[in-house]
């Protein structure tokens, strides 16, 4: 039950908004203003803030668009800004009248000065289009970042000076980022707010379950802070981010961390018990005033935003308090009586205090029907390449180094060039231009290349080439060369492999080797040196001249895996040499492998090309190798356990020493031995968590048997490390005499979202009351998407060099 004076509190909050907004709907009472382009022109020279949409001809879309508009409209007017719809005459020229891609624009002015440019995809609901417009105007006041590094820098900056509020949004435009930019601009430069929609930086904080989270705010005390070498603690609001809840948690942080007082605890109000929160009284005399202060500050800072804490100096006052107690608990609300309690520690305290105060959402919870909260989810999927998109939005792509083909000029161009690097993607979609940023990044690595033409298709545009190429997803990488059939990129959509598969097809492998000085050569590292840092291996197949058949497999095998490893075949007269040098029946493959300087054989008996594929790829894996999310599906191909070496860092010469002997003895042939990094792989913490409810300490042995019984066993954390209690244990395991920690669901493991079916929505003939039940949530990814291709359109940190558009 909320305490009468909170509920004054609150409706003197919504008395003063309600005031605002019939302010604004007084002076007009359809506050979406629809104006012609003359009208508005001649109203822009008032100086005040505007958001214009220039509209000719209204199709289903933008009818959906101007309704969340209208109900944007009385919002913002409560912060100064209005809200006009401009009917442009078909006669009329202006810079925003006549162009189709204005017209899937909107704008925000302030007097003559264009502010910024929205794709109305961007503005997709009343949350989208006043979070936005807030941010465009806030820009300079709330800090925008990407990095732990940048929090840090922001952080030693403000130490002394003022305290700062970090929030996290899953997403640009969704009600919690709406409620933060309501907040920030009551707020003003009260505190430093910060922004971000990286989950990697609430990890580097120490945030727990930063993946489920769709909005945070922790307010870090650097107010108090004076030696730059001490970190600012931080509170948590661990209520839902509402413009309220918001409010009321940054009163609480204002509010002294410890007061002291000699009154009689009746008759004490804080801002703690108007908020609705209870009133922590810790007794205290002066022969133990240091202890009992120390005590009470620790309680405070633990209990900082759920309860005040107060130190009652019982030797200055007459109370009548019982003789065994020590703490006196007051509750928020009216009439109830204090408890006077006798608690033997800190943590005493916090336990009453936490187990007692209800979770304050201050918001009514929406009931949704049975299946409609699948819906509410699905625009969640795939949410970080979205925040790739938004993030590097206003980063200038060079697209002058990528020629853009069409239906016309595809064929022409691809026929008249000897090495063609074509990019099929979708201008709609996240992960295509999430991507196009890491070819862009290739093409510039090998500008100047010869006989080397990047280019790249739109399939929004061109779908009828895409069909012909039998493109039906994207992005999707295709190589062409003059005479051989294209070769199609399946690695990953990253600047650094791209880079590599592109360098490697130079080669057209398998190369044909023709002498044995050539061959050593090859197996040396020396006829491709150039590419030894792509590929560290060399693949060199070994036949006699009459193995035809065999050889030809080789060859079907090496088309395969071009782009991914050099591969090289001899089959001249004198293979034989080659055969007593190496030890190896004929034919056999000898793979070189350039870091360790080393040269191993394989014997080829019976193994058509798809078994030549395998074996290669399986003589290419590491024996000890640290895992990665980029190779992990390599290994998991392999269906064996994974035994984990899970370490906070690199791997140092001790663990070496204990792990390499196993692998290289081959007592672990029936396991993949790996080891993970905790640092450069933070998924791994999620995954420790996971396994045991906690991060336990590092470093540790995990055995993790995926594909048979899902059981996950732990190392004991009392043994040491080493060969003799790693082969001990392992024995333990397998006769059943060691338990497993836990075990995993056997269910198949799919994306934890469907993808979001965008053609459906673009066919779909259904009138507006029907797209309008669609969530806010499911626009996340158009809020991202869109936004990036105004790659050089975003406003600019610095405030000076905003664009003036006359009218």
């Not at 499911?778 to 610095?798: I, P, R």
Request: proline share 4%; charged share 25%; glycine share 4%.
């Amino acid at each position: 039950m909320m305490s009468s004076r909170l509920s004054v509190w609150m409706y003197s909050i919504f008395f003063v908004l309600i005031c605002m907004f019939y302010k604004c709907t007084a002076r007009n009472r359809d506050t979406l203003m629809e104006l012609s382009l003359q009208e508005y022109f001649s109203i822009l020279q008032t100086g005040k803030t505007s958001l214009v949409y220039f509209s000719q001809d209204v199709s289903l879309d933008i009818t959906v668009f101007l309704e969340e508009l209208k109900k944007a409209a009385g919002p913002l007017c409560s912060y100064g800004i209005s809200v006009a719809k401009v009917n442009c005459a078909k006669e009329e020229a202006s810079k925003y009248c006549g162009k189709e891609n204005d017209l899937t624009k909107a704008y925000l002015f302030r007097g003559n000065i264009l502010l910024r440019e929205f794709p109305t995809d961007a503005l997709f609901d009343v949350n989208a289009i006043i979070a936005n417009v807030l941010f465009a105007l806030l820009f300079n006041e709330i800090k925008y970042i990407t990095s732990l590094d940048d929090f840090e820098n922001i952080e030693n900056a403000m130490k002394g000076k003022t305290n700062i509020a970090l929030i996290y949004v899953r997403a640009i435009g969704t009600p919690e980022h709406r409620a933060v930019m309501e907040t920030a601009f009551v707020y003003g430069t009260a505190y430093q707010f910060v922004l971000t929609t990286e989950t990697a930086l609430l990890e580097g904080i120490g945030a727990e379950n930063s993946d489920i989270i769709s909005g945070s705010l922790f307010f870090f005390h650097c107010k108090v802070v004076l030696d730059l070498t001490q970190k600012c603690r931080k509170t948590l609001l661990e209520q839902p981010l509402t413009i309220l809840n918001i409010h009321r948690f940054l009163k609480l942080m204002d509010a002294p961390l410890l007061t002291e007082i000699t009154d009689d605890p009746e008759k004490v109000s804080t801002i703690h018990l108007q908020l609705g929160l209870p009133l922590i009284f810790i007794l205290s005399q002066q022969t133990t005033y240091e202890a009992d202060k120390n005590t009470a500050e620790r309680v405070a800072w633990h209990l900082r935003g759920k309860a005040g804490i107060t130190l009652l100096l019982k030797d200055s006052s007459d109370l009548n308090i019982p003789a065994h107690a020590n703490v006196i608990f007051k509750r928020a609300e009216k009439g109830v009586p204090v408890d006077f309690l006798f608690l033997h520690d800190a943590n005493s305290i916090i336990s009453l205090v936490e187990n007692n105060v209800p979770i304050q959402n201050n918001e009514p919870v929406k009931e949704y029907e049975e299946g409609e909260m699948e819906t509410l989810n699905l625009g969640i999927q795939d949410d970080q390449v979205v925040e790739t998109v938004y993030r590097d939005r206003k980063r200038n792509l060079p697209l002058e180094l990528i020629i853009e083909l069409t239906e016309e000029t595809f064929n022409s161009i691809i026929m008249n060039t000897s090495s063609s690097i074509v990019l099929f993607y979708a201008n709609w979609e996240a992960v295509s231009l999430a991507f196009l940023q890491s070819y862009v990044d290739v093409a510039i690595k090998l500008k100047g290349v010869s006989n080397m033409l990047f280019t790249r298709l739109n399939c929004g545009d061109w779908s009828n080439v895409c069909t012909k190429q039998n493109v039906t997803e994207y992005p999707v990488i295709k190589i062409f060369k003059a005479g051989e059939k294209p070769v199609i990129y399946t690695g990953m959509l990253e600047t650094e492999y791209l880079l590599k598969f592109i360098r490697l097809n130079r080669i057209s492998c398998p190369v044909k080797i023709v002498t044995i000085e050539e061959a050593e050569e090859y197996l040396n590292g020396e006829l491709y040196k150039e590419l030894t840092s792509y590929s560290s291996v060399s693949i060199l197949g070994v036949f006699s001249s009459s193995m035809t058949k065999e050889k030809e497999n080789f060859i079907e095998a090496g088309n395969s895996l071009k782009g991914y490893v050099i591969t090289g075949f001899y089959s001249e007269e004198d293979a034989l040499i080659l055969s007593k040098k190496y030890a190896v029946t004929l034919p056999a493959l000898l793979l070189a492998r350039h870091k360790e300087g080393k040269i191993d054989s394989v014997l080829l008996s019976n193994s058509d090309a798809k078994d030549i594929v395998q074996i290669i790829k399986s003589a290419l894996l590491e024996i000890f190798p640290e895992i990665t999310v980029e190779n992990l599906p390599f290994y998991l191909r392999l269906q064996k356990p994974l035994l984990i070496f899970f370490r906070d860092g690199n791997l140092n010469d001790k663990d070496e020493i204990e792990m390499l002997p196993l692998v290289k003895q081959k007592h672990l042939e029936t396991l993949i031995p790996c080891w993970l990094n905790l640092k450069t792989t933070p998924v791994g913490r999620g995954i420790l968590k996971a396994y045991f409810k906690h991060l336990p300490p590092l470093p540790l042995l995990v055995l993790v048997d995926l594909h048979i019984q899902g059981q996950v066993s732990a190392f004991p954390l009392d043994q040491t490390i080493n060969e003799k209690n790693i082969l001990l244990w392992l024995q333990r395991l397998e006769t059943g005499l060691e338990s497993p920690i836990t075990t995993l669901s056997d269910e198949e493991w799919k994306p934890p979202l469907p993808a979001y079916n965008f053609l459906s929505r673009m066919d779909a003939t259904v009138p507006y009351t029907e797209i309008a039940q669609f969530p806010t949530k499911n626009m996340f990814s158009c809020a991202k998407t869109t936004d990036l291709q105004q790659h050089d359109k975003g406003h600019s940190e610095d405030k000076s060099v905003i664009r003036k558009e006359r009218a």
